[in-house]
């Protein structure tokens, strides 16, 4: 799809820019490492000093650089030795000579305080107007600025990504060879689901990514809407499965067969099926959602691609046929248009007109909508879909239904 792909090319791109920025920033950071490293050894070494001869000591030249070598020895020294001492006691026999080597490096460092203090007295007399303000060195200003420069180029590169996936995820996808100005979108990140009922028994459903449709559909004009995601049976739910979650004797289908769709049932014994699989411990359904009967905005909107070749009464012989057996939608989904019509979870609103789209009647809670042509209806094209009102209670050998995976806000 053109929007994998952009997506993909996305973060390589991202990818490409951090190494990228990284490599050019990094070698200066990390070849400088041991220098920062004994930049930050003389720092700690002159912490005792007071700010104006730091500077002093900080200058870059041979004396001051002996000098700031001179400290850091003797602070090493002096740290060895107190360490030696600390872990020792007077009953061990380097005792005084450990003792005697700490205080000969403390009048080490006295000694060579005084030489810094000369040699900074002699330096501000002939240099008086030379600044005071304590300042890093060259070595430490060049490694902040290499870590500033990596740690705002990895940022920049992140945003960027963040960015073109924004930009993806926000253009409309239409699939290949459709020729509606369709957003329905079967999104990459939503996997198809397959609902194990038992050994070789699998129920599988489609992801179907939220969007909007503009309807032609005879009566029912306007536009819909999808709000959130869900899933969709690839398939009407068949005998085979239906027995599983109900029963291997519970089967009313007139039309008997493992493979073809069940039907004869009534809306509550369809709703029923769905509770069922929600209690089976192999549904684990996401977060927030539940197996139920499909809306109907969720069902045309599956079913509107079209392209599909269906069992209707031009080629039906008056039977229903195996699922699966027949041409695919454009998006994946069997049977849409054809074998059997397909029971929905909501109560049937009649129109007035084509155009206006306003409520005719409410036939009552008892009435509910059945979608899709039958073995016994003639083939429908375009984006027309067969509506009907059934009663809830009703069977009939031409009407079954298909599981979908919907939000659990979403009920009868």
Not at 237 to 254: D, L, Y
Not at 306 to 314: I, K, N, R, V
Request: proline residues 6%; glycine residues 6%.
């Amino acid at each position: 799809m053109k929007k994998l792909s952009f997506l993909l090319a996305a973060a390589v791109l991202a990818a490409i820019l951090a190494f990228a920025l990284a490599w050019t920033f990094y070698p200066r950071l990390s070849g400088n490492a041991d220098a920062l490293a004994a930049a930050q050894r003389e720092r700690a070494a002159l912490a005792f000093l007071t700010p104006q001869v730091r500077t002093y000591l900080l200058r870059d030249d041979p004396a001051t650089r002996i000098l700031r070598n001179d400290c850091v020895a003797t602070a090493t020294a002096i740290n060895s030795a107190r360490e030696k001492l600390r872990n020792s006691t007077a009953a061990d026999p380097d005792f005084e000579k450990l003792k005697t080597d700490y205080l000969k490096a403390g009048i080490a460092k006295l000694e060579l305080v005084k030489k810094i203090v000369e040699n900074y007295e002699e330096f501000t007399a002939t240099n008086p107007s030379s600044s005071t303000s304590a300042a890093p060195s060259a070595i430490e200003n060049e490694s902040v600025i290499g870590t500033a420069r990596l740690n705002i180029s990895l940022l920049a590169a992140f945003l960027g990504g963040l960015l073109a996936l924004w930009i993806a995820a926000r253009l409309p996808t239409k699939p290949a060879g459709s020729s509606s100005a369709s957003h329905f979108i079967v999104s990459p990140r939503l996997e198809h689901r397959k609902l194990v009922l038992a050994q070789n028994v699998v129920l599988e459903l489609v992801p179907v990514q939220y969007g909007s449709f503009p309807r032609q559909n005879g009566e029912r004009q306007g536009t819909i809407s999808i709000a959130h995601p869900f899933w969709l049976g690839k398939c009407e739910v068949t005998q085979e499965q239906w027995k599983v979650v109900m029963g291997e004797e519970n089967n009313p289908s007139k039309n008997k067969g493992q493979k073809l769709p069940v039907e004869n049932i009534t809306w509550d014994e369809a709703n029923e099926f769905c509770d069922r699989v929600n209690k089976l411990p192999a549904a684990l359904p996401p977060k927030n959602y539940h197996y139920a009967l499909p809306l109907e905005d969720q069902w045309e909107y599956a079913a509107i691609a079209g392209g599909e070749d269906c069992w209707t009464a031009e080629n039906a012989d008056g039977t229903t046929h195996n699922v699966g057996e027949k041409t695919p939608n454009k998006w994946g989904f069997y049977d849409m248009r054809g074998n059997v019509s397909e029971m929905c979870i909501d109560m049937f609103v009649g129109f007035e007109t084509p155009h206006e789209g306003r409520p005719l009647q409410i036939l009552g809670p008892g009435i509910k909508v059945a979608k899709g042509a039958a073995i016994n209806d003639k083939s429908v094209g375009g984006s027309t879909i067969v509506r009907r009102a059934i009663n809830k209670n009703e069977r009939s050998g031409e009407r079954g239904f298909r599981l979908a995976l919907i939000p659990t806000s979403q009920k009868p």
